[in-house]
C-alpha cells in the first residue's frame, strides 16, 4: 500500500518556474517507475514525465522536454518535477503516481498508485 501527496502547486507568470513534491508513504516504492501526470481543463489526463527506480533513467512528453526535469530520492521517498519556461498551456492538476504494472511509462492505465493533485497555473 502507498499514499501519495502532491505540494508545491500554485500561480506563475510564463516564462517562470515551479517545483513540486511528491511525497509517498508505505512500503511500496523503490522498485517501481513513478510519474507525473497532468488534466488541464476539458482534457484527458496526459503523461509528463517519468524516471525508473534508480533515477538512471527518464522520460518525457515532447510537450515538456528540455522544460521539466523528473527526479526521485527513495530514501525520502520522494519525487520531484522541476518546471521552467512555463507555458499558460502547462496549465493543469498535476498528479504524481507509481507504475505497478509493465504498460507503457506514459499510460495513465499502467499507475495504480495516485496522489490528490496539486494546481498549476501559468499566467499570460
Known amino acids: 500500500q502507498v499514499q501519495l501527496v502532491e505540494s508545491g502547486g500554485g500561480l506563475v507568470q510564463a516564462g517562470g518556474s515551479l517545483s513540486l513534491s511528491c511525497a509517498a508513504s508505505?512500503?511500496?516504492?523503490?522498485?517501481?517507475?513513478t510519474g507525473w501526470f497532468r488534466q488541464a481543463p476539458g482534457k484527458e489526463r496526459e503523461f509528463v514525465a517519468a524516471i525508473n527506480w534508480s533515477g538512471s533513467s527518464t522520460y518525457y512528453a515532447e510537450s515538456v522536454k528540455g522544460r521539466f526535469t523528473i527526479s526521485r530520492d527513495n530514501a525520502k521517498k520522494m519525487m520531484y518535477l522541476t518546471m521552467n519556461s512555463l507555458k499558460p498551456e502547462d496549465t493543469a492538476v498535476y498528479s504524481c503516481?507509481?507504475?505497478?504494472?509493465?504498460?507503457?511509462?506514459?499510460?495513465?492505465?499502467?499507475?495504480?498508485?495516485w496522489g490528490q493533485g496539486t494546481q498549476v497555473t501559468v499566467s499570460s
Open positions: 508505505g512500503r511500496t516504492f523503490s522498485n517501481y517507475v
Open positions: 503516481a507509481i507504475r505497478t504494472t509493465s504498460l507503457p511509462v506514459n499510460s495513465p492505465q499502467g499507475y495504480n498508485y
